[in-house]
């Protein structure tokens, strides 16, 4: 087995300088002159051979780390003259836009290297950099197999691609390091993939693994997943080095009654003001939507030289966004997700999260990006929109401060990947079955695979299922296998990766690309509406196709609110800290709370005044009470399960609950699921008895989940996502691009036929919904936490407060922002008189 360890020993300037080469020490001396601390751990550790996980902030010479002992390396061997035409170093990352900017990075101080070298008397061979990604021309490729670099930058999909191709896979047999940047987006398929090209690569090449990491726990889990099974791994973990500063400022002071417009023009307010105390400001939505609403009132408010930077604008703007970053010409920017990575955007003072980041993680990351350098203190502010919002950010910030950060989730044994794999792996070389599954092993997320699901996926692989034209990719004969025909290269090329084919529909003005929507959003548009994109207004003119045209026009207001729900969902460890944090709130005065939480008199009040509101309406759910409250509307009956487990596991227990209760009650039942909890909403004439509330706690979940997952529309969704993954379904074939609308048509035509032999990729879809989409495994254990919990069954006039999102949600007459408060409001004041009552009636 591999060994994981912590490396303790830092290094001098002078001990790491010993190992350098002249050229490289004197250019470190003028540009740097000292090291930083994962410099100090890691470069030593890479230099003598060893797997190293580095864990630090952004801006503290991260990536200097990993390359250091590389290049220094091959600075050695051209002072030498052994200098061969070889890939020696492999940069692989998420982000293509990361890989420009490592380009420019590794020229520049190559540069600066050789004229360093030039004085000292020196005659170096140039050091070659080059990017190979899906942008990448085919001369550019060309060049490379005459001339191949001596740094090859890529992404995980490149690097499948580059294993099949006979020329260039010969030039990655010499491969010395291997470095995976931005580790942490990798925890899902796309990591998967990555950790079995390693494998792959692992067989022609001998190469030590550099992985590199924002803020994760727990990076032993990490470390393991970057070299593989039974390989040794150092971490070198410096993220506490830095100093943190999340402060949660509330817009208003009363969520309940103050006015949408009020709360817009004080939030608005806010972040004016902000943005003018500090030079730079990066402002994280939860959407694209609010980006784009975001941008528009502040450009109307005078805040100049504000951009947007999403994932829906074209390459080119957000390119140019990065560009004004960098050279300090910009006040603020407004992103989603998309600069969460380490783009390198320059010096940011503050960040502003707009409502809850639903994750500590995800809190530190975004937050990370700010003070740019290390010994700078990183500086963030959460504004919270309602009161839920409030409660979260003020555990999550706290929860950030000491350090307690939420587990890390890698998807196992996923056998779309594996299907892509094998086909890639058959193309190499005849394989013997044994080899060919003692490799895949090797790979962390594989480390269980059974024999039986590694020979089912091998056994549809060489069948295929001819009836439904879907063709054998290798044969399969006296334990070997191998690739089948000629076309199977071509298709395993142009299908290669794990990221689905999402429909989104191009938005075209005066003949010009000006960005995307989504299909649910371009469903909705009438001729004549108007709608905000890339922080302009365009006025809808009709659509054709996958495209619809529009023209901008100046001074209309929108009349389609952008907001769809890109929602992230609450972290299972934060939630079950929220549930502790209710009940210390309870039990504790004012001023302790402030305290401890670093949180001014009004937060403090307000969240005080929710429990008490709660506590008196009905009792307040935490860590050792669970609440289950009914109520009777017109013509639908409520029953809200108080569960803080995060959207996810609760979705997963609701689908299981409503799966099991439609059965005994004979009736459909309506769904409201968010973070702290799920609604069954009944018709009137049915009811959920004490009894049959028992029976719920005794219930088999993933049985009653997998019964509700067979019957609604996101099987069929997830089963076109693996079957193209798998190969089942070719998103490309023969040159020709195969419309979403084709491969989802296919997909249902063959998910019966799956389900009924259970397929492997039909176990599969399940799987990932189950596992992946729904988080099962945190589900099934805090389904065993409130078994063990006093359960209060209570019949109520009305919602109770902490009852009331899932309530409007839930509701039809909720339309608009607007009718979202006034409802909440009335529901309060029901809340309000029934308190009142109750105290007059005591006295």
């Given at each position: ?12 300037d ?5 190992i350098?080469e ?16 994962p ?12 797997n ?7 801006g ?22 052994k200098?061969?035409?070889r ?19 590794l020229k520049?101080?190559?540069k600066?290297?050789y ?19 899906s ?26 691609i ?21 580790i ?16 792959r ?8 693994r550099?992985?590199l ?8 889990e ?22 943190i ?16 417009e009020e709360?817009?023009?004080?939030l608005?307010g ?7 105390e ?6 994280f939505?939860n959407?694209?939507s609010?980006?784009e609403r975001?941008?528009f ?15 829906s ?25 998309s ?8 010096s ?30 990183s ?8 009161r839920d ?7 999550l ?6 350090g307690k950060i939420?587990?890390v989730?890698?998807?196992?044994n996923c056998?779309?990947v594996l ?14 079955v ?8 090797k ?8 024999k ?6 091998l ?8 009836e ?6 290798i ?6 296998f ?20 999402e ?10 690309y ?5 299909e ?9 509406d108007?709608?905000?994109?890339g ?17 901008e ?19 299972y ?7 502790k ?8 005065d ?6 401890k939480?670093?949180?001014?008199e ?8 929710y ?9 307040v759910?935490?860590?050792?009470k669970?609440?289950?409250?009914n ?7 409520y ?9 996810r ?5 609701a689908r299981?609950?409503?799966?099991y ?10 769904l409201?699921v ?13 009811k ?23 019957r609604?529309e996101?099987?069929k ?9 798998g190969?089942m ?12 609308d084709?491969?989802q ?11 009924e ?11 990932e919904i189950?596992?992946?989409?729904l ?12 078994k063990?919990r ?7 006039p009305?919602p109770?407060?902490?009852?009331f ?5 839930a509701?039809?007459?909720?339309i ?16 309000m008189?029934f308190i ?7 006295d």
């Open positions: 087995m591999g060994e994981i360890k912590y490396l303790k020993k830092e290094y001098s002078e001990e790491i300088y010993e350098l002249k050229p490289v020490k004197e250019w470190f001396k003028r540009k740097y002159k000292t090291f930083t601390p410099q100090r751990y890691a470069i030593k550790e890479v230099h003598e051979g060893k190293v996980l580095i864990c630090s902030p952004t503290s010479g991260k990536t200097l780390s990993a390359f250091l002992a590389g290049i220094n390396e091959l600075i050695k061997l051209s002072l030498e003259k200098l061969e035409d890939i020696y170093i492999l940069y692989i990352s998420p982000l293509r836009a990361l890989n420009n900017d490592i380009e420019r990075n520049e101080p190559l600066e290297i004229e360093v070298a030039k004085k000292l008397g020196v005659e170096l061979d140039e050091i070659r950099v080059a990017v190979r990604t942008d990448t021309t085919t001369s550019q490729k060309q060049r490379m197999l005459k001339k191949p670099p001596h740094i090859l930058i890529t992404t995980p999909e490149s690097l499948a580059a294993l099949n191709s006979p020329k260039f896979s010969q030039l990655l047999s010499g491969i010395k390091y291997v470095i995976v940047d931005e942490h987006a990798l925890t899902n398929k796309r990591g998967v993939h990555l950790s079995l090209s390693l494998e690569l692992n067989r022609i090449a001998n190469f030590i550099i992985g990491s924002a803020t994760i726990y727990p990076l032993t990490v470390a393991k997943f970057l070299v593989g099974n039974g390989r040794d791994c150092y971490i070198v973990d410096v993220s506490y080095k830095k100093e500063e999340i402060k949660v400022i509330s817009p208003v002071d009363d969520f309940i009654y103050t006015p949408s709360i817009s023009k004080n608005y806010l972040l004016k003001k902000l943005i003018e500090h030079k730079t400001t990066l402002i939505t959407t694209r609010a980006t975001v941008a009132y502040l450009k109307q408010l005078g805040v100049d030289k504000v951009e947007t930077h999403h994932s604008l074209s390459r080119e703007h957000r390119l140019e966004v990065e560009e004004k970053l960098k050279k300090g010409e910009l006040k603020a920017v407004i992103s989603s997700t600069l969460e990575l380490g783009v390198d955007i320059g940011i003072d503050l960040v502003i999260l707009l409502g809850s980041p639903k994750s500590v993680s995800r809190a530190l990351q975004r937050i990370g990006r700010s003070g740019h350098r290390l010994h700078e203190k500086k963030g502010i959460i504004i919270p929109f309602d919002d409030l409660v979260e950010n003020v555990v910030a706290y929860d950030a401060k000491i939420d587990r989730y890698i998807p196992k056998l779309d299907s892509q794999h094998l086909v890639g792996m058959a193309l190499e070389k005849v394989w013997d044994d080899e060919a599954y003692n490799l895949i092993k790979a962390y997320p594989y480390k269980d695979l059974s039986k699901d590694f020979l089912d996926v056994n549809y692989l060489s069948g295929g299922i001819e439904k034209n879907v063709y054998a990719k044969w399969l004969k006296d334990n070997k191998g690739k089948r025909g000629k076309s199977v290269r071509a298709i395993y090329y142009m299908n290669v990766g794990t990221i689905p084919d429909t989104a529909v191009d938005v075209i003005a005066d003949g010009k000006v960005g995307e929507v989504e649910e959003f371009a469903e909705k548009l009438m001729k004549g108007i709608f905000v994109l922080g302009k207004t365009y006025k809808y003119l009709g659509g054709r196709g996958n495209k619809i045209r529009v023209k026009v100046f001074d209309e207001k929108p009349t389609i609110p952008a907001w769809f729900s890109e929602q992230l969902p609450l972290a460890d934060l939630a079950l800290d929220i549930e944090f209710r009940k210390e709130v309870l039990s504790s004012i001023e302790d709370i402030k305290e939480y670093n949180i001014d009004k937060t403090a009040k307000a969240i005080k005044n429990m008490d509101e709660q506590n008196k309406f009905a009792i759910p935490d860590d050792e669970v609440l289950i409250e109520f009777d509307e017109e013509k639908r009956r029953y809200i399960f108080h569960f803080v487990a995060g959207r596991a609760n979705e997963a227990l299981a609950f409503a799966n209760i439609s059965k005994i009650k004979k009736c459909n039942v309506r409201s968010n973070d702290y909890g799920f609604a069954l909403i009944l018709p009137k004439n049915r959920i008895k004490r009894n049959d509330i028992i029976e719920l706690f005794n219930l088999d979940i993933v049985k009653n989940v997998k019964e509700s997952i067979e609604s996101i099987l969704r997830r089963f076109r996502h693996v079957a193209t993954r190969f379904i070719l998103r490309r074939y023969m040159k020709r691009k195969i419309s979403v084709r491969q048509f296919n997909a249902e035509m063959l998910l019966k036929y799956c389900k032999v259970n397929h492997p990729l039909y176990r599969e879809t399940l799987r189950l596992e992946d989409s988080d099962i495994d945190n589900a099934l254990d805090y389904f065993e936490k409130i063990k006093k359960i209060y069954y209570l019949e109520l009305s109770s407060p902490f009852a999102n899932l309530v409007v949600s509701s039809s007459d909720v608009f922002m607007e009718d979202k408060k006034k409802m909440i409001a009335e529901l309060h004041k029901k809340v008189e009142l009552r109750r105290r007059q009636e005591k």
